[in-house]
């Protein structure tokens, strides 16, 4: 499956470096090659850049469905630190009701570490929009 339109033309993610590699209905896997660009002060990882790279994770499996969803809450919980290697997001809807969604995100590192868990809800925002003729 294609990637859902929000997702591929995020400016931003890929401003800084983020990828989607495997789309489907309610789960996207994205990646970040870490490049000294996303080190904070202390030669770790920026949480804003692990973030972001959760928050496309979140958006490209909430609009998996041709609705248009936007995140209405979010929060992620950073548990180990990373400094250097590829960064991964895999997000998985794990309920949707009506025009609310949840998701969880899982970021991990080289060796599948957990590096940081993000919790998102999504709004959809009207219908799917109508086949292109």
Same mark, same amino acid.
């Given at each position: 499956? /294609?990637? %859902? ?8 993610? !890929?401003?800084?470096?983020?990828? #989607? &590699? /495997? ?7 994205? !990646?970040?090659? #870490?490049? +000294?660009?996303? &080190? ?15 928050? &496309? ?8 469905? @041709? ?8 929060? #992620?919980?950073?548990?180990? +630190?990373?400094?250097?290697? $590829? &960064?991964?997001? /895999?997000?998985?809807?794990?309920? $949707? /009701?009506?025009?609310? @969604?949840?998701? $969880?995100? !899982?970021? $991990? ?10 919790? @998102? ?5 009207? +219908? %799917? %929009?109508? +086949?292109?003729?």
């Amino acid at each position: 499956m /294609e990637a %859902p339109e929000a997702a591929r033309n995020d400016q931003f993610a !890929r401003h800084v470096g983020i990828q #989607i &590699l /495997e789309t489907r209905e309610g789960f996207a896997r994205v !990646r970040m090659c #870490i490049a +000294p660009h996303h &080190l904070n002060g202390m030669g770790m990882v920026h949480g804003g850049a692990i973030f972001s790279l959760a928050d &496309l994770a979140f958006e490209a499996a909430c609009n998996s469905h @041709g609705y248009q969803s936007v995140a209405i809450n979010v929060s #992620i919980s950073y548990v180990k +630190p990373a400094s250097a290697g $590829t &960064l991964y997001a /895999e997000a998985m809807e794990v309920a $949707t /009701e009506g025009r609310l @969604g949840c998701c $969880t995100v !899982r970021v $991990t590192d080289d060796g599948g570490d957990l590096v940081a868990l993000f919790q @998102g809800l999504s709004y959809r925002k009207g +219908p %799917p %929009p109508a +086949p292109r003729a």
